[in-house]
């Protein structure tokens, strides 16, 4: 079995269970209600959350002890959770994979080119933790500060406006299943409408829209986990590599790439989410 399946395998197990989670997450005495099932999962496997929120409280929510896994999983493979596990980045695969369905390799090879625009990621995550920062400066400040430096530094938690599990939870369980349930009520005794919840569904239809575009373009240009999580893959100890010496230069590995890591020449690691794309279709092996 070639790794690409055994990564479409992995992308596919973890977003039934994040869909599964997103369901069971209704009051009942069906088993299959909230009754102990762990729906805060995703969240707490999060290290953008736990960070932010450690930057915010100077606390930490024992739950998102769970980031712990994700960080290791990162510094040995690189954003693996980004190719492997995240439920959004799968959509986004899926949809890259339509909108070029039908492209010959040298427009799959222009689409998938790296763009300097991939750096606002970074710049939105410096910006993202700045922000949250600033409640560990209002405790550091002795005494009772006016309301001008309170509204200086008091800590904003805006990190799950952009986070990519939060967006996808937020979509899923406000929006897109009370609509799908409107008519049975199957999930819930009567039909369930929030205020607001337009929007969320209106950022996760443009999230999969532009992936239509550009392949995994939320990703690659705005997604703050994923910037994180490539800071921290720069000391990967495993990652995507080449044989200079073998290489025709043919260029079919960026053809195929879903970071836009640029893999026929030095391989930017912080851009490559471990898709494994590259491999098979490189004529050099």
Not at 93 to 113: E, I, K, Y
Not at 190 to 207: D, M, S
Not at 218 to 247: E, H, N
Request: charge should be positive.
């Amino acid at each position: 079995m070639k790794i690409t399946q055994v990564r479409r395998i992995s992308q596919l197990f973890f977003l039934l269970i994040f869909l599964w989670l997103c369901v069971v997450t209704t009051v009942g005495v069906a088993w299959w209600q909230l009754r102990g099932w762990p729906v805060n999962w995703f969240i707490q496997l999060n290290p953008l959350n736990a960070l932010a929120l450690l930057l915010t409280t100077g606390t930490l929510y024992a739950g998102l002890a769970w980031s712990a896994v994700t960080i290791a999983l990162t510094v040995l493979f690189g954003r693996a959770f980004c190719g492997w596990i995240c439920p959004l980045g799968t959509l986004q695969q899926v949809m890259g994979w339509l909108g070029g369905s039908r492209m010959h390799v040298g427009d799959r090879f222009r689409r998938n080119a790296y763009h300097r625009a991939q750096r606002f990621k970074y710049y939105l995550l410096v910006f993202l933790l700045s922000a949250a920062v600033g409640g560990l400066l209002m405790k550091a400040i002795p005494g009772r500060p006016g309301a001008w430096l309170r509204s200086l530094t008091a800590g904003s938690l805006l990190s799950g406006v952009l986070d990519p599990l939060s967006l996808l939870q937020r979509a899923v369980n406000l929006a897109i299943l009370p609509w799908l349930d409107r008519a049975r009520n199957l999930l819930w005794l009567t039909p369930r409408f929030y205020i607001g919840a337009a929007l969320p569904a209106l950022l996760l239809a443009g999230v999969l829209l532009t992936g239509l575009w550009k392949p995994r373009f939320y990703c690659r240009m705005i997604c703050p986990l994923g910037a994180l999580l490539g800071v921290l893959g720069r000391v990967s100890l495993w990652r995507i590599g080449k044989r200079q010496a073998g290489c025709s230069l043919c260029l079919a590995c960026e053809a195929h790439c879903e970071g836009a890591c640029e893999p026929a020449g030095r391989i930017r690691v912080t851009e490559c989410v471990l898709c494994m794309n590259c491999l098979h279709p490189c004529p050099d092996d």
